[in-house]
């Protein structure tokens, strides 16, 4: 049994490399699967659920995987446009575990910035003065600072994350 497996949902590749960076510093420790592919999850102790937000929430993939974990030890991971941890970021890590069984226990927690979907800014440059997400010259300014994101520094600080989680696990659970 290893100890971690790394599940990953990705549509632009920005969780797909977070998740890529904990495999690469977890070593041998744990294994590493897209959601479509997920191995039996009793085989692991822990259990990183990484996705990528939309509408405030975890893609819909990541939703029902997360609805399949039970008395698990999970350990969320998102990738957004907005800052990390903003309002829109901490409320979506905090909607993500509405989707976990009661008996599933949420040990840690990483939010990154990653850059959005051009197609998806392409749809809101077309929204009219006044929709939520129609475009503004904030909104643009923000859409152009995530296009740099997940970057080196972003990557570090998640390499950093699984390196003192690891601490963490192996002095209280292991």
Known sequence: MKDFLIVYSSKTGNTEKVAKKFYEVAGERCDLAAVKQVPAVDDYKVIFAGYWVDKGEPDKDMQEFLQTLDNKKVVLFQTLGAEAYSEHGISSLANAGRYLSTGCKV????????????????????????????????????????????????????????????????????
């Open 107 to 174: 040990v840690g927690t990483l939010s990154i910035r990653g850059a959005i979907d051009p197609k998806l800014i392409e749809t809101m440059m077309k929204m009219p003065e006044g929709h939520p997400h129609a475009p503004t010259e904030e909104s643009k300014k923000r859409w152009k600072d995530a296009s740099t994101h997940p970057d080196e520094a972003d990557l570090q600080a998640a390499g950093e994350y699984i390196q003192k989680f690891i601490t963490f696990y192996d002095r209280f659970y292991k």
